[in-house]
């Protein structure tokens, strides 16, 4: 579809916060043209009149569990391991490839509603994952959560595979669910494995003071040296959370080009601690941002990691300057889409792929329009989402989703929730 909108404000961040005025074009699933209204003797299958609202590249949720919709508010107010051992693993023991499909559609809704254009989704059944994001238009990276319990490295490898080629929307990437759910062994078939692929990897680490501590109580080392020291950092990737890591910790992510995906919702209801954002910028450390599943956090909402990142960076440091607007922004839209590799889909320019989102600014809290970025991040909310475009296609518009059965979803994943709560 050829869509012209016009009349808009536009943020690119492609290197500036600078908003410009005029028009962009979308031919099929790319952005065609951005600059000032000219004439064009292009059919256009709907043109859109942007009103002075801000055009902007959407935001990268790059850290997710999806189909953990079906345990939000269950197991609140809880530490990370009795959430995990007491509240989710028992019910993710008994859930189906079926539920994760639902409850990841119904994660989908919420995404879009939030100006989401691009998940990593780490969870239990990657192929229902995959088809639940290809029918409803939602670009994804899924992520493997490799562990001692399962799947296994040949169940990886073959997803790899499999998954990488079945759709223009979803890839896999290989993972692994965290050092302390990993022995040894299993840890460095990884790491020939990936060494065989020349793969990136991704993985929970530093999330918990106990969880490094435990991890030195074993190996005498950091969870990030140790998989150094194994070879697993050597073509890249992401940890997600980061919040424990040191200096030399750091040293070794800049080395090995691996960026952090800070979750500071989840990690603030889960108390797990805040990351030391400014080190990592301080260093030119990629820092993307990740709301992490809707039980630990409990939503799914970019808005609030944008606020919450710089808030509680400014806490930590004492310095209200620390981790500025500018700089959440680019974590926000651009530095997701470079920690998964999607520089495709990182900013808006002629020849990207068009995942826009329309902010609205005639709402009070965008008003008065001194700021725009400023704006966003520290006044911005869900309601200021007009429209949510991914791959060329409109999938939410003035608050409604298109091509969408909601209230099909919301009936699907009521029926689940129902059979899995007492268990």
Not at 101 to 119: D, N
Not at 278 to 295: C, R
Request: hydrophobic content about 40%.
């Amino acid at each position: 579809m050829n869509i012209r909108f016009y009349n808009a404000r536009i943020l690119q961040m492609n290197g500036s916060v600078e908003v410009i005025e005029g028009e962009l074009w979308v031919k099929d699933n790319k952005i065609a043209y951005i600059g000032a209204g000219k004439a064009s003797n292009e059919k256009w299958d709907k043109e859109i009149d942007c009103e002075k609202n801000l055009l902007m590249p959407g935001f990268k949720d790059v850290h997710t569990h999806s189909g953990m919709t079906a345990f939000r508010s269950l197991a609140d107010d809880l530490n990370l391991q009795e959430w995990l051992n007491d509240m989710i693993f028992p019910r993710e023991a008994v859930m189906s490839g079926e539920d994760v499909y639902w409850m990841t559609k119904l994660a989908i809704l919420e995404y879009l509603t939030t100006g989401v254009t691009l998940i990593a989704d780490m969870y239990l059944t990657p192929e229902t994952i995959h088809d639940a994001c290809a029918e409803m238009g939602m670009r994804c990276e899924l992520i493997s959560g490799l562990n001692k319990f399962g799947p296994t490295l040949e169940v990886m490898e073959n997803r790899f595979i499999e998954l990488n080629k079945k759709s223009d929307l979803v890839g896999f990437k290989m993972g692994l669910h965290a050092e302390y759910t990993c022995d040894r062994e299993l840890l460095e078939k990884a790491s020939e494995l990936i060494h065989k692929y020349k793969a990136p990897v991704y993985v929970h680490m530093s999330e918990t003071e106990t969880e490094v501590k435990e991890c030195f109580d074993r190996y005498g080392k950091s969870p990030v040296a140790l998989f150094d020291e194994l070879g697993l950092w050597d073509f890249g990737g992401s940890i997600y959370h980061g919040v424990w890591c040191d200096d030399a910790d750091m040293e070794i992510l800049k080395k090995r080009n691996i960026s952090v995906i800070s979750n500071p919702g989840s990690n603030t209801k889960l108390a797990s601690g805040i990351a030391p954002i400014s080190k990592y910028l301080e260093k030119g450390i990629i820092v993307g941002l990740g709301t992490d599943g809707p039980s630990s956090n409990n939503c799914l909402d970019m808005f609030r990691e944008m606020f919450l990142v710089t808030g509680l960076a400014k806490l930590k440091e004492r310095d209200p300057k620390a981790v500025a607007a500018d700089e959440v922004l680019k974590m926000a839209c651009v530095n997701g889409a470079l920690s998964l590799d999607h520089e495709d889909c990182s900013c808006l320019e002629e020849g990207k792929l068009a995942d826009i989102i329309m902010i609205d600014l005639r709402q009070p809290n965008m008003q008065p329009i001194l700021n725009i970025p400023k704006n966003i991040v520290y006044s911005g909310s869900k309601i200021n989402i007009k429209m949510t475009m991914i791959d060329g296609k409109i999938l939410y518009m003035n608050g409604e989703f298109i091509g969408v059965d909601a209230d099909e979803i919301y009936r699907k994943c009521e029926e689940i929730t129902e059979r899995l709560k007492d268990i």
